[in-house]
């Protein structure tokens, strides 16, 4: 059984940085690409960022890019979100997520933590 859980959300000025960390049991987490969705009131959830099994590809979504860097670790089953440069409507709950796949790190999700809130004050 596959279990995530997120650490790291909080309250941040604008401009300000966080770092999200996701820690994933189960066996070979270097199978899967792992991601960070998002979803803020009203919202729907929403795609962050991924990164396939080994780390060599990430993909970002447009709102991000630029300010966020998504990495891992395998040796410690950890996946880490830094958050630069954050903004107002960056305000959300976080979720963690690994892929069925390993090598396409924007589709295939169907595993899930239970998020973390990260709250950006103007």
């Known amino acids: 059984q596959v279990q995530l859980v997120e650490s790291g959300g909080g309250l941040v000025q604008a401009g300000g940085s966080l770092r999200l960390s996701c820690a994933a049991s189960?066996?070979?987490?270097?199978?899967?690409?792992m991601g960070w969705f998002r979803q803020a009131p009203g919202k729907e959830r929403e795609f962050v960022a991924g990164i396939t099994g080994t780390g060599g590809i990430t993909s970002y979504a447009a709102s991000v890019k630029g300010r966020f860097a998504i990495s891992r670790d395998n040796a410690k089953n950890t996946v880490y979100l830094q958050m630069n440069s954050l903004k107002p409507e960056d305000t959300a709950v976080y979720y963690c997520?690994?892929?069925?796949?390993?090598?396409?790190?924007?589709?295939?999700?169907?595993?899930w933590g239970q998020g973390t809130q990260v709250t950006v004050s103007s």
């Open positions: 189960g066996r070979i987490f270097s199978s899967y690409a």
């Open positions: 997520a690994r892929s069925t796949r390993t090598y396409s790190p924007d589709s295939g999700y169907n595993y």
